[in-house]
């Protein structure tokens, strides 16, 4: 049996296996540093890795919405949820800015993995759960 544990007893937990930069500013500012100095554009990384999710969980709201309480499937609603993935590209567009690359090569990297994934052309629940060693 595993041992139970209390709500307090998991916080502490929590809190020893939460990362330094996660947890205390200084460390976190030494880290965006040193991330900058590698090359990478923090800023705009933050605010498209921000940006994607927040206005994913916008378009998940809409469906979820639909699915589960009653909105219905309508014009105005199909509209939100395409003006929703309009911002999520404006985001996947900040992030091909961030990481110097394209949506044009972005889009052919896509293909070029779901082609490695599934060579017939054709979606498999079995190629979609074992993937190959580096089949990211």
Do not use: W
């Amino acid at each position: 049996m595993t041992q139970q544990i209390t709500t307090t007893e998991y916080a502490n937990f929590v809190t020893q296996v939460t990362s330094k930069p996660s947890s205390d500013l200084n460390v976190l500012i030494e880290r965006l540093q040193e991330l900058q100095s590698l090359g990478a554009n923090v800023p705009l990384l933050i605010t498209a890795s921000h940006g994607i999710s927040a206005e994913a969980g916008e378009f998940t709201e809409i469906v979820k919405k639909m699915l589960y309480q009653g909105k219905i499937y309508n014009k105005d609603n199909v509209r939100h949820m395409c003006l929703e993935i309009s911002d999520i590209l404006f985001y996947v567009q900040i992030a091909c800015t961030a990481l110097g690359v394209t949506l044009d090569e972005v889009l052919q990297m896509n293909f070029e993995k779901l082609s490695a994934r599934y060579p017939e052309g054709t979606f498999t629940v079995n190629r979609s759960e074992n993937r190959r060693e580096g089949d990211l």
